[in-house]
C-alpha cells in the first residue's frame, strides 16, 4: 500500500492518536451507563469516535483513487504570530477592554496570512468585536471591560 494523500494520512494519525488518548485517560473516571452517565462516559465515547474518524480518513488516503498531495514545510513563523496574538490579547483585555483587544487580535493575526488584504482584514476584526460584544457581553452576560477604563464608557 502506498500513501497517496500524506495530508489525509497525517491527519487520520493524529486523530487516532488524540481519540485514544482521550478515550484512554477518561478511564480514570467513573464511567456510569447511557441511562445515568458518569464524567467520564461521554469523553470516552468521543475520543473512541475520534478515533474511528481518524482510521476512515487514515484509510481513504490508501486508495488507489485518493488525489496525489505533499505536506509543505510547516510555518513556524505564522504559529508564532497566531501565538503572540493571542497572548497579547489575553494582557490587553483587562486595561484596554474587549472592543480594542480584538481589534489588536485580529490585525496582528493577519500577518501570519500570506496573501492579506488589509481592507477585508479590518472588516473581519470589526465584524468580530461586534459579534464577541453581542454573544459574551449581551447574550451571556459576561462582565468584563468593553473599552479602557479611562474613557468611562463601561
Known sequence: MQVRNKQNFWSGVMFIVL???FAWKSTEYSMGTAARMGPGYFPFWLGVLMAILGA??????LRPKAEITEITKFDFKSVAIITASVLVFAFLL?????IISMLVLVL???AAAHDNNWKVTIANAI??????YLAF???LKLVFPIWPAFLGMN
Open 127 to 132: 465584524f468580530l468585536a461586534v459579534l464577541c
Open 94 to 98: 483587562q486595561p484596554a477592554g474587549l
Open 56 to 61: 476512515i480518513i487514515l484509510l481513504t488516503s
Open 108 to 110: 496582528i493575526s493577519a
Open 19 to 21: 481519540g485514544a488518548a
Open 137 to 139: 457581553i449581551v447574550g
